[in-house]
């Protein structure tokens, strides 16, 4: 009888491991799902409240930006600040807001912006362009000069005569709430993955 038991014993532990190794398993795949839920979460959280990512459509941020570019925005550079003359930001187009622009802030609340003789002016001097070489021979149809207003900011794209921006009245100065975030990264294509200036 002894034998027996001793059988017994060993056939029932050999049933029980089965469901330890399974206890075993589950609880790693549990962990497994706490983490990539957590990261799921921590994802959406950056992507609500932090960063969002855009893709460009069209050329008028030639040469900086080119069609498809995906870049990345912050959405708290403006928390603690305000835009500046240099910035590419991004905005709802005020006549379709779910269509968005990506444009350079280049007049800040209180400049009194001026287009002459193809040069772009601000506050009286002109301004020395970096981004575009090219004179400047759309005018769109505001009424120059004219002095961006509190909160306001006057947007251009980079390719001067191949963009809809504040030099139209359908798209204006663009109020310092509707930007969108800051564009400050470019993710693609990869080989032109690095910071925007």
């Keep these: 009888m002894g034998g027996d038991a001793l059988k017994g014993g060993a056939a029932s532990r050999d049933k029980r491991s089965p469901f330890r190794i399974k206890r ?3 609880n790693g795949f549990v962990e497994w799902l706490y983490v990539v839920g957590i990261a799921v979460f921590i994802f959406f959280v950056l992507r ?9 459509d069209g050329n008028s941020m030639e040469p900086t930006l080119k069609h498809r570019d995906l870049v990345v925005l912050s959405k708290v550079s403006y928390i603690f600040g305000e835009p500046k003359p240099g910035d590419v930001v991004a905005f709802p187009y005020k ?3 779910s269509e968005h622009y990506i444009k350079r802030v280049v007049g800040v609340p209180g400049d009194t912006v001026d287009i002459l003789a193809a040069s772009f002016f601000i506050n009286g001097e002109r301004l020395e362009d970096e981004f575009s070489g090219e004179p400047i021979l759309m005018y769109g149809d505001t009424a120059f000069p004219i002095t961006v207003g509190e ?14 921006d504040s030099r139209y009245t359908s798209v204006g100065c ?15 294509p990869a080989g032109k993955a690095g910071f925007i200036h």
């Excluded at 909160?151 to 809809?164: E, P």
């Excluded at 663009?174 to 693609?188: E, H, M, P």
């Design 24 to 26: 075993k398993y589950i």
């Design 151 to 164: 909160d306001a900011y006057f947007v251009m794209g980079d390719n001067r005569n191949g963009s809809k």
């Design 95 to 97: 006549e379709n807001p």
């Design 48 to 56: 609500l409240f932090v960063f969002r990512i855009a893709s460009v």
């Design 174 to 188: 663009v109020s310092g709430r509707d930007i969108l975030g800051k564009a400050f990264f470019r993710l693609a």
